[in-house]
């Protein structure tokens, strides 16, 4: 790693990387700038060098793009957040469209049809965020917000636009009230979970609250929520489950393919209601289950994509690694009456694979890492339809290349944007089997 001689370029950007940066080459060397937009000259403020690649970021913009406009967050670029608030919308979508077929050329992946986008709005679509909390000893300053980029310090913020709207997160009033709480040093975290019928705060403190302190934000939160629904829980260690302040707080939901899915303050949700909505709609119209077909969902979570299968009379196998989520499968499937088996295993082992059934067709919905075991199991044992959600473009890719490289075609593909402003894009893909 070295530092350019010179601080300062003008340069004119070509094109987005994957992290939502301006691209831009001069002679051998190539810029990433971070808040520059494709068409656009810009001067620049050098970076460090990270193998062939200098980092920067725009000091001035000489050439404006058409498709520039003002971030609607006021902590834009110091918040590592979002990094697309500076394009309009529409050029956000299709940047995100340009990337995964970029990334599908360079497989060597060949798409039959691409299905129009899915997004929904735009702004105020987060439903579920972890905000970071520092007390300064030596400053006397609470620290509440998002991490910077590229960086471990926290940013404080006094709202986020792309969070759902709720008198409770108003982060600036949150500073006011840890100013002179007295167990500030302690808390570490504050995670905000919409649910349908109640907004979750979850606080992840070091050592059990006192009662005094307890109440004090017990009334905080309660002359904040302006009546309504809230649930506070607590964390104290990172692999426990958090605890709910009271034992009467409702269950909470959240309502996919028309019912509800009941939902723990830890589990993993989808953050874009709308678009998630929107997702499993399309995953069924795509997939197309048959009933009594048997139907593998992979990287379950607690559901999104099982109960739906289920519901039109799919038999399911739902695996996934977290016994917890295994449990919430099995209760889900038990109360709507769904022919749901849930079953936990390690999506990585090979051995694990071998212990599923014959199926007729697999869902999978892996972490950004990828579904390498999977798909090789998948080339070994073919199964007749596959539906691929990722959230990944390049891994998706590379696991797309194996499988049609296995005797599998891309049939079907579209991008869902789960994340407006940021660079993150899920990728929805449909491949049938042909055979080697």
């Known amino acids: ?12 950007i070509d094109s987005l990387n994957s992290e939502g940066m301006g691209v831009a080459r001069r002679g051998r060397d190539v810029f990433f ?30 050439e404006p793009s058409p498709h520039r406009v003002e971030p609607a967050c006021a902590h834009f670029q110091r918040c590592g957040g979002c990094q697309l608030q500076h ?3 529409p050029q956000q979508v299709d940047a995100k469209q340009q990337r995964v077929q970029r990334e599908f050329s360079r497989a060597g992946v060949d798409v039959e049809f691409w299905q129009p986008p899915l997004v929904a709005a735009p702004w105020h679509y987060r439903r579920k965020a972890r905000l970071g909390v520092r007390f300064s000893k030596e400053k006397q300053e609470v620290y509440l917000g998002f991490r910077e980029s590229a960086s471990s310090h926290i940013s404080s913020i006094d709202f986020c636009p792309v969070m759902v709207e709720h008198p409770l997160l108003n982060w600036q009033q949150w500073r006011e009230f840890l ?14 979970l919409q649910a349908d019928n109640a907004l979750v705060l979850t606080l992840r403190l070091l050592k059990p609250l006192a009662p005094d302190s307890e109440q004090q934000l017990i009334a905080f939160v309660n002359n904040q929520a302006e009546a309504l629904p809230v649930q506070l829980w607590l964390k104290y260690h990172k692999h426990a489950p958090p605890e709910p302040l009271r034992t009467d707080y409702p269950e909470l939901v959240h309502q996919v393919d028309g019912h509800d899915l009941q939902l723990q303050p830890d589990d993993f949700v989808q953050v874009n209601r709308a678009v998630n909505l929107a997702m499993v709609e399309q995953a069924m119209d795509w997939l197309a289950p048959e009933p009594d077909e048997q139907i593998a969902d992979l990287f379950a979570g607690h559901g999104n994509f ?27 499937a038990r109360r709507q009456g769904l022919a749901v088996t849930a079953q936990q295993a390690d999506l990585s082992s090979a051995q694990a694979l071998q212990a599923l059934p014959a199926l007729d067709a697999v869902l999978l919905d892996p972490p950004r890492a990828g579904a390498a075991a999977v798909v090789e199991h998948l080339i070994d044992n073919p199964v007749g339809r596959i539906l691929y959600v990722a959230c990944d473009a ?13 005797g599998y075609r891309v049939t079907r593909a579209g991008i869902m944007d789960m994340f407006p402003q940021t660079h993150h894009v899920e990728t929805m893909v449909l491949l049938t089997r042909v055979g080697k």
Do not use: F, H
């Not at 001067?43 to 980092?55: D, N, S």
């Not at 100013?179 to 905000?192: F, N």
């Open 306 to 332: 099982s109960m739906a299968l289920a519901r039109r009379r799919a038999n399911v196998v739902a695996v996934e690694v977290q016994a917890n989520m295994v449990s919430s499968l099995q209760e889900q």
């Open 87 to 89: 394009l309009d919308y």
């Open 394 to 406: 390049a891994t998706l890719s590379r696991d797309l290349g194996s499988l049609v490289a296995g």
């Open 33 to 62: 700038v971070a808040g520059a937009l494709p068409g656009e000259v810009v001067e620049a403020t050098l970076g460090e060098r990270r193998r062939k690649v200098c980092y920067a970021k725009v000091k001035r913009v000489i």
């Open 179 to 192: 100013q002179q709480w007295p167990r500030r040093a302690e808390l570490t975290q504050i995670e905000a």
């Open 1 to 12: 790693m070295r530092s350019p001689t010179s601080r300062l370029l003008t340069l004119q």
